[in-house]
T-cell receptor, first 109, second 114 residues
Framework: DAKTTQPNSMESNEEEPVHLPCNHS???????IHWYRQLPSQGPEYVIH???SNVNNRMASLAIAEDRKSSTLILHRATLRDAAVYYC??????????FGQGTRLTINP | DTGVSQDPRHKITKRGQNVTFRCDPI?????LYWYRQTLGQGPEFLTY????????KSRLLSDRFSAERPKGSFSTLEIQRTEQGDSAMYLC????????????FGQGTRLTVV
């Protein structure tokens, strides 16, 4: 199964963009890249997913490297409510989500 | 539909007792998943159902754990003879069957075994 690697923690300031990196060098050609986040005392929440092209939605953007071995989740203007653990995941069969440690994002006011 | 709901939100039990948790998925979703999360760790997959059929179980799911999804609607997760190591957040999620669809998680049941 393909694995992902993320920094343990990152810090940013309110109203600034945040770029959260993820390495997935063993990704296969059919693996989608999903991002979830988990706010304190909440269950995980879907953020975005993509295959090859960059993707945008109301929450974030996902930039996928041309070789697909890495991706970056972009929060365009971070707010205090974006403080969470962000997980980069390559879903396995039947959409089973294998969570790593994720990146704990701290937003400074 | 208010999303995935789990009951109870918190459970404290004595070691050796049995506990049962319930998950009500989003009604149109035919897939239902159970995960366990300990402090400081990401959620770990336990098992999943497609409709009423339990199609995969993790090695983490010991003989003391059993999950059901009668009629493909709500699901229950039972832990028999609880141990202190069972203390964790138990999360339920549901999704459509299609590939690469998002999963919706409940807020979880926090179990404390004393």
């Amino acid at each position: 199964d393909a694995k992902t690697t993320q920094p343990n923690s990152m810090e940013s300031n309110e109203e600034e963009p945040v770029h959260l990196p993820c390495n997935h060098s063993t990704i296969s050609g059919t693996d989608y890249i999903h991002w979830y986040r988990q706010l304190p005392s909440q269950g995980p929440e879907y953020v975005i997913h993509g295959l090859t092209s960059n993707v945008n939605n109301r929450m974030a953007s996902l930039a996928i490297a041309e070789d697909r071995k890495s991706s970056t989740l972009i929060l365009h203007r971070a707010t205090l409510r974006d403080a969470a653990v962000y997980y980069c995941i390559l879903p396995q069969g039947a959409q089973k989500l294998v969570f790593g440690q994720g990146t704990r994002l701290t937003i400074n006011p | 539909d208010t999303g995935v709901s789990q009951d109870p939100r918190h459970k404290i039990t004595k070691r050796g007792q049995n506990v049962t948790f319930r998950c009500d998925p989003i009604s149109e979703h035919n897939r239902l998943y159970w995960y366990r999360q300990t402090l400081g760790q990401g959620p770990e997959f336990l098992t999943y159902f497609q409709n009423e059929a339990q199609l995969e179980k993790s090695r983490l799911l010991s003989d003391r754990f059993s999950a059901e999804r009668p009629k493909g609607s709500f699901s229950t997760l039972e832990i028999q003879r609880t141990e202190q190591g069972d203390s964790a957040m138990y999360l339920c999620a549901s999704s459509f069957e299609q590939m690469n669809t998002e999963a919706f998680f409940g807020q979880g049941t926090r179990l404390t075994v004393v």
